[in-house]
């Protein structure tokens, strides 16, 4: 697995280490925490780009991978393009070359982590099925466009299989609090410390969030059944920036008013995504509402501001 000390990984990790596999992770920690890592898995401390890679996916000779490892700020991607297509694009094809050259008996299939919003861009229609136009908005989106593409090229010339996984807005515990990404976990951290929230645009954009433990659940559904396609992942629904500050603060006795700031190049302004393929073809539905996996998330914010640090547990 790439990625699996980062916010998702992690939760993946923990799920395949509960099932008896054996796992191997590579892992720049550049944004993932080591802290988060199940202590069963192998880490290789490895930028996805390395030409290292192919050593590494020789020696573990998986029966599956898992390719979680990004850039993933549309914000980053906009300021700097090339970045985004350096991680995104060549460390998607570094991958992709390390597992071609595996004898054709062992090759694995790669489950890749796509985007659910940035892939579409501005959408013609909600709720947004897989069938919908790619136009993205974003340098992001377009890597990740980029890559989608490259695994069906590489099907197509190699016989290398793959299930491509569009996530809509994931949010749970571990997600970075810090960054530019993950506005629960953003704003969660701030109300919990009193400190002010800052949304860009008027509030009334909206995303369709999915709590972490059914995207880990989608991913190994995808793992045993996926087929050489895309899957959206996500709740079907959409929640406004505003409505989820008004949420946030509910639960944690927020009382601040959010300062506005102007929209973000490369934001898309709302969507919603249709999950029902994901139900026909892999037997999955997500399982934690709205409001029960912000508590969760709360909770473990509390918990871990507490601890002065990296909290792993949940």
Not at 161 to 190: C, T, W
Request: some cysteine; proline content about 5%.
């Amino acid at each position: 697995m790439t990625g699996g000390a980062g916010f998702i990984g992690s939760h993946l990790v923990d799920r395949l280490v509960e099932r008896g596999s054996s796992v191997t992770v590579v892992d720049s920690l550049a944004s993932g925490k080591r802290e988060y890592l199940n202590p069963a898995a192998r880490l290789y401390q490895l930028d996805v780009r390395s030409a290292d890679l192919k050593r590494v996916v020789a020696e573990a000779r998986p029966a599956l991978v898992f390719h979680l490892a990004a850039q993933m700020s549309v914000a980053v991607s906009a300021r700097a393009p090339m970045l985004d297509a350096d991680i995104n694009i060549n460390g998607t094809l570094n991958l992709l070359e390390a597992v071609r050259t595996l004898p054709d008996t062992t090759r694995p299939r790669v489950v890749f982590a796509s985007s659910g919003g940035a892939v579409y861009g501005e959408p013609q229609s909600l709720p947004v099925s897989e069938q919908h136009v790619s136009r993205p908005a974003s340098p992001y989106g377009a890597s990740k466009c980029a890559g989608e593409v490259y695994l069906g090229t590489y099907r197509a010339v190699y016989g290398l299989e793959y299930s491509i996984m569009r996530l809509a807005n994931v949010y749970g515990p571990r997600q970075d609090p810090h960054g530019e990404a993950g506005v629960v976990a953003i704003f969660g951290k701030a109300m919990i410390a009193g400190e002010p929230i800052r949304i860009f645009g008027d509030g009334t954009d909206e995303r369709d969030y999915v709590y972490v433990s059914d995207v880990v659940d989608a991913f190994l559904a995808a793992g045993e059944r996926g087929g050489p396609t895309a899957y959206n992942i996500g709740s079907g629904k959409g929640t406004s920036t505003g409505d989820m500050a008004r949420l946030l603060a509910r639960l944690t006795g927020y009382r601040k008013d959010p300062t506005m700031a102007p929209a973000r190049a490369g934001d898309i302004r709302k969507i919603r995504l249709d999950v029902s393929k994901a139900g026909r073809e892999l037997g999955w539905s997500p399982k934690v509402g709205l409001e029960e996996g912000l508590a969760r998330t709360v909770e473990y914010l509390r918990a871990s501001q507490a601890s002065g640090g990296t909290f792993r547990p949940a």
